[in-house]
């Protein structure tokens, strides 16, 4: 199919309710929670995306499950738990790949994640609360900051937000 499954952790109901609705507009199925009884384990095909909230370790093993057998994740989770789920879930595929979402036309040369932690850098966020905001540790957050400074060529992070910025603006 060539098609990334969406794959996301959120803080909000609200949030996850409007990635589900995209992935819905996609063609995707939704299923509410993350235990699946189909008796095929290969779910890619049927396009189905799972959504809910993560309370316990339990639940989250299902949503990595239901993820390794092809489903979209969309979780509701926070803390520890998101973190570590978030984790698990990068081990299937990508984060914040959202079907039916137009790729960023800016011509920078940025994945999802390090888009997103910019975007809150440069809402005003400290790197601290950019990392917790996206369920990424502090020092993978200043991997991927880091990895997008080369990417534009500059020196700070600085520099790579203004950038950012420019861009989005354009």
């Known amino acids: 199919m060539g098609e990334q499954v969406p794959l996301h952790v959120v803080g909000a109901g ?3 309710d409007a990635i589900v609705r995209r992935c819905a ?6 299923h509410r929670g993350f235990a699946l009884l189909e008796p095929a384990w290969d779910l890619a095909e049927r396009r189905l995306v799972c959504h809910g909230a993560v309370g316990d370790d339990h639940t989250a093993s299902q949503a990595v499950l ?8 969309v979780a509701v989770a926070s803390g520890a738990l998101a ?3 978030a984790a698990d879930l990068r081990r299937v595929g990508p984060l914040g790949v959202t079907p039916g979402k137009a790729e960023a036309a800016d011509g920078l040369d940025l994945d999802a994640e390090q888009r997103a932690l910019l975007g809150r850098l440069a809402a005003g966020s400290t790197i601290a609360a950019a990392a917790e905001a996206e369920f990424v540790s502090l020092r993978t957050a200043n991997r991927r900051i880091a990895a997008a400074r080369q990417s534009l060529g500059v020196k700070t992070t600085r520099e790579a ?4 910025i420019k861009h989005a603006r354009d």
């Open 14 to 16: 609200a949030d996850a």
């Open 161 to 164: 937000v203004m950038i950012y």
């Open 83 to 85: 973190l570590a789920l």
């Open 66 to 73: 239901a993820a390794a057998r092809g489903a979209g994740i």
């Open 25 to 30: 507009a996609a063609g995707w199925a939704a």
